[in-house]
């Protein structure tokens, strides 16, 4: 039913600063898991792509690196990404954690607050000069009555780089669908970019392989999951319906190793139980996952390391 009736399809770009929620929305927003979410910063690596339809109309979803002050080669990467999905999207949205802006309104800003507030202004100042215009949503509104974020509305509004302000929860679902109705009113006329049954725009190894490192940064603490990459080595597809897969996990020291492997292999054992289940679901199949660890000291300095994911390395 779906494919022969979408009248109206086109890109939206979800931009904001590192753990405003953006992977969350696009999750929602298409209904399936195709970026990985985690509570740490910097967790999207590159721009992923997911399929809403509503109506007839065909949103594609570009999902996008946090934007703040980067510094090494990796992050001047993900925010170049970040922009780069927002040039030519028929609609940006601007996600910002409303937390940070109703505690700065109310006098009692935390430090991790005080960098997320500097990278929204930092997004704020960007649309100005490339002329472009928003809509603003304020996430995270199941953390405190609504009353409390109309001040900030009214600061963001005077700003004049958005179209439209909604207040939503991304995790939980709130006003989700009146943000989702704002796209797709954006959109402009034209047949489907996607085939209706498919959710996600990406190579299944590199999704495989943000699944592992998913469960990697919800277990490593500190610099650890940002000096680390996964990449899937090889993909079987057997003849009974299940599927081998092979990654490997790359860290820059001898000592990350031991880390990611955990005492006697503990925490690569639990690593793989759990990115084998999300797998199997994500397939629905039987998953063999086989995970190794290799020391790479200067992964983050090869030209590979970034054109596997679609990330520019000159930047
Ligand atoms: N309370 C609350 N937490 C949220 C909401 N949306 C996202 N989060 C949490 O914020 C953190 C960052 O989410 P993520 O989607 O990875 O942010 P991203 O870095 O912008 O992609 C995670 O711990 C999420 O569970 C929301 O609406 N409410
Ligand atoms: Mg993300």
Not at 145 to 171: K, Q, W
Request: with cysteine; glycine share 8%; hydrophobic share 45%.
């Amino acid at each position: 039913m779906t494919e022969t009736n979408i009248f109206r399809a086109g890109f939206c770009a979800i931009i904001g600063a590192p753990n405003a929620g953006k992977s969350t929305l696009t999750n929602r927003l298409v209904g399936a898991k195709v970026a990985i979410v985690t509570h740490k910063v910097q967790t999207t690596r590159f721009p992923v792509r997911g399929v809403m339809q509503t109506g007839d109309t065909q949103v594609v979803i570009v999902d996008t690196p946090g934007i703040f002050a980067a510094k090494r080669r990796l992050d001047r990467a993900m925010v170049k990404a970040a922009w780069g999905g927002a040039e030519d999207a028929d609609c940006i949205v601007h996600l910002i954690d409303a937390s940070a802006w109703v505690a700065e309104a109310e006098g009692k800003v935390s430090g991790a607050q005080r960098h997320s507030l500097e990278d929204d202004r930092r997004v704020i100042s960007q649309l100005k000069e490339a002329g472009k215009r928003a809509i603003l949503a304020l996430n995270k509104i199941d953390l405190f009555p609504h009353d409390r974020v109309l001040p900030v509305m009214a600061t963001l509004s005077a700003e004049g780089v958005y179209d439209e302000i909604f207040m939503i929860s991304a995790e939980k679902g709130d006003s989700v669908d009146k943000l989702e109705a704002a796209i797709a009113a954006r959109m402009p006329e034209g047949p489907a970019l996607y085939p209706p049954d498919q959710v996600a725009d990406l190579p299944m190894r590199i999704l495989a392989s943000e699944v592992t490192r998913e469960k990697l940064m919800l277990r490593l603490h500190q610099e650890l999951p940002y000096q680390l990459t996964v990449e899937t080595e090889s993909w079987e597809e057997h003849e009974n319906g299940s599927v081998r897969i092979q990654q490997v996990i790359i860290v820059g020291r001898d000592s990350h190793k031991a880390m990611v492997l955990g005492k006697g292999g503990s925490l690569i054992k639990e690593i793989g139980k759990q990115a084998r289940a999300d797998l199997t679901q994500m397939l629905d199949r039987p998953v063999h996952l086989f995970l190794f660890v290799k020391v790479d000291e200067r992964w983050q300095e090869r030209r590979e390391s970034y054109s596997g994911i679609g990330l520019e390395f000159d930047v």
